[in-house]
Structures are given as C-alpha cells and as structure tokens.
C-alpha cells in the first residue's frame, strides 16, 4: 500500500511540474504589434527604432512612409503601452502617448513632424 501511495504521489508531482511548464511557456509568448509613430525623416527611424528598444523587445522597424511601427517583444518582460511611452519620451507622438512639449522640442529641426506642412525626407 505504501508503494502504491508514493508512486500516485510521484505522478502527480510529475502532472503538476509538467502543467506549470506549459504555463510558464504561455506567459513567456512572443508578440507582435503594429502602431503610429509621428516622425518624418532617417533620423527620426533611428530615434523612433532605438527608443523602442527596450528590455524584451527583440525587433522594430518604422516605416517613414506610412508611419507604422512593428514591434516584437516578449509579453512576459513588457507590453505594447511601454514601448510607446519609451518612444513618447523621446518626443514622438505614438497612437497612444503623445510626448511632452518639452521632449518634442529637444528634436532637431528637421524632425518637428507637428508643424503645418512638415515634410517627409
């Protein structure tokens, strides 16, 4: 009887070891993302790509065309809203954080998408 018990308790250690796996697996998931980010030239992508860049972002890329960035990052170290406040901080307007005055006005001149007729270069 005793073998019995601990061979049922072995299998549900086993059980329980393999279910918290899985769900650790699950919360660890890479995500994909697609947003707007205001910006207008080379130097802006630089800027916008590298702020995005956070712990747990694996890949970016801001197109200046269609202002849209693409984003892949691991769900489990961060999520879609950090990575528009860390770009907002270096002045860019995303979809969901507008950066402070006094951000947007630490951009070069070339960079000031805000202004009546800003021109893509």
Request: aromatic share 4%.
């Amino acid at each position: 009887m005793k073998n019995i018990l601990t061979g049922a308790a072995i299998v549900l250690l086993m059980i329980l070891s393999i279910t918290n796996g899985f769900a650790q697996k699950e919360s660890n998931k890479i995500t994909t993302a697609e947003f707007g980010v205001s910006g207008v030239c080379n130097m802006c992508k630089e800027r916008i790509e590298n702020a995005a860049l956070i712990k747990g972002v694996k890949l970016v890329e801001w197109d200046k065309n269609t202002k849209i960035l693409k984003v892949v990052y691991k769900s489990k170290k961060t999520d879609e809203l950090a990575i528009q406040k860390a770009i907002a901080e270096h002045g860019h307007d995303t979809e969901k954080v507008k950066a402070t005055q006094e951000a947007y006005e630490k951009l070069p001149m070339c960079c000031e998408y805000r202004r009546e007729g800003a021109e893509s270069h």
